[in-house]
């Protein structure tokens, strides 16, 4: 069955440093991965997804996230933060039955000034 | 504005009381599909339908059914609401396949 873990549920940064934010997924088949934003008191808003075309996928907002299979690892990235960055992220795998998404626990990222 | 359409926006009730989610997903998007995010459990998967029919099931309590109707809007049914029922409640649409989902802003049901 396929699962993802997302490492840390709270990172903090300061605004301009590198923001890294963890995803390993278990998949029995090749998986579709997905990266998503929450903001306070709203719906989930898409960052970027991975369907097995280029392994370096780039969203919206600067951020980027790298499919390494070696690894089964989709972490995501930005190279400098911004205090609008501030939300919760949460990675997320395709299931196998259906189309729906199977979402880590989230990670809360903190920007301070 | 992802073009998902759930109310009501805020709910507040009663235990044992029944409410009814709704949701209107996006233009041409034949599935719907509905989760449950609370602090403890995070995003849980419910239901999926496609066209008017269940596709999959997930953590749905017996006490909650859905449906989907031709105009391929879809409505969450909870019953005999409990505390523990408290949560953000979303619907999700998407054209299917690999591409992914849209999310509503949710509706928050508060069972007092």
């Known amino acids: 069955a396929q699962s993802v873990t997302q490492l840390g549920s709270h990172v903090s940064v300061s605004e301009g440093a590198l923001v890294l934010l963890r995803c390993n997924y278990s998949?029995?088949?090749?998986?579709?991965l997905f990266w998503y934003v929450q903001y306070p008191n709203q719906g989930l808003q898409l960052l970027l997804k991975?369907?097995?075309?280029?392994?370096l996928v780039k969203g919206i907002n600067g951020f980027e996230a790298e499919f390494k299979k070696s690894e089964t690892s989709f972490h995501l990235t930005k190279p400098s933060a911004h205090m609008s960055d501030a939300a919760e992220y949460f990675c997320?795998?395709?299931?196998?039955?259906?189309?729906?998404?199977?979402f880590g626990q989230g990670t809360e990222l903190s920007v301070k000034p | 504005d992802s073009g998902v359409t759930q109310t009501p926006k805020h709910l507040i009730t009663a235990t044992g009381q029944r409410v009814t989610l709704r949701c209107s997903p996006r233009?041409?998007?034949?599935?719907v599909y509905w989760y449950q995010q609370s602090l403890d459990q995070g995003l849980q998967f419910l239901i999926q339908y496609y066209n008017g029919e269940e596709r999959a099931k997930g953590n749905i309590l017996e006490r909650f059914s859905a449906q989907q109707f031709p105009d391929l809007h879809s409505e969450l049914n909870l019953s005999s609401l409990e505390l523990g029922d408290s949560a953000l409640y979303f619907c999700?649409?998407?054209?299917?396949?690999?591409?992914?989902?849209?999310f509503g802003e949710g509706s928050r049901l508060t069972v007092l």
């Open positions: 999700a649409s998407s054209v299917g396949g690999s591409r992914e989902l849209f």
């Open positions: 997320a795998v395709k299931g196998n039955q259906g189309g729906k998404l199977i």
């Open positions: 998949s029995s088949v090749p998986p579709y």
């Open positions: 991975y369907t097995s075309a280029a392994t």
């Open positions: 233009s041409g998007d034949l599935s």
